[in-house]
């Protein structure tokens, strides 16, 4: 069995930063790509950012371009997203994601992945 772990939400001021964590662990696996999603209360979940695994390409929504980005670390198989000018309407559970796999996909579908974690809570207040 496969484990996604976030860390590092909690509530921050618009305009602040907050750096996500999610760290892979158990079963072993191949991981072709990870990606961040968010479900604002009332809201359906939607996509945040992907990563490939392989050659680091990545790929954002137009909400979040420009003040989010994504990151891996292989060695610790674990993916980041930095999180700056934070807005209220940021607000939201993130949940992490992987894609099992050989090669590099950049996953910005639910269909696309296999792995989720538990959430983690980001508030901004304004």
């Known amino acids: 069995q496969v484990q996604l772990v976030e860390s590092g939400g909690g509530l921050v001021q618009a305009g602040g930063s907050l750096r996500l964590s999610c760290a892979a662990s158990?079963?072993?696996?191949?991981?072709?790509?990870m990606g961040w999603f968010r479900q604002a209360p009332g809201k359906e979940r939607e996509f945040v950012a992907c990563i490939a695994w392989t050659n680091g390409w990545t790929y954002y929504a137009d909400s979040v371009k420009g003040r989010f980005t994504i990151s891996r670390d292989s060695a610790k198989n674990t993916v980041y997203l930095q999180m700056n000018s934070l807005k209220p309407e940021d607000t939201a559970v993130y949940y992490c994601?992987?894609?099992?796999?050989?090669?590099?996909?950049?996953?910005?579908?639910?269909?696309?992945?296999?792995?989720w974690g538990q959430g983690t809570q980001v508030t901004v207040s304004s």
């Open positions: 158990g079963q072993t696996f191949s991981t072709a790509g």
């Open positions: 994601a992987a894609r099992t796999g050989l090669g590099g996909y950049c996953a910005s579908k639910f269909s696309e992945l296999d792995y």
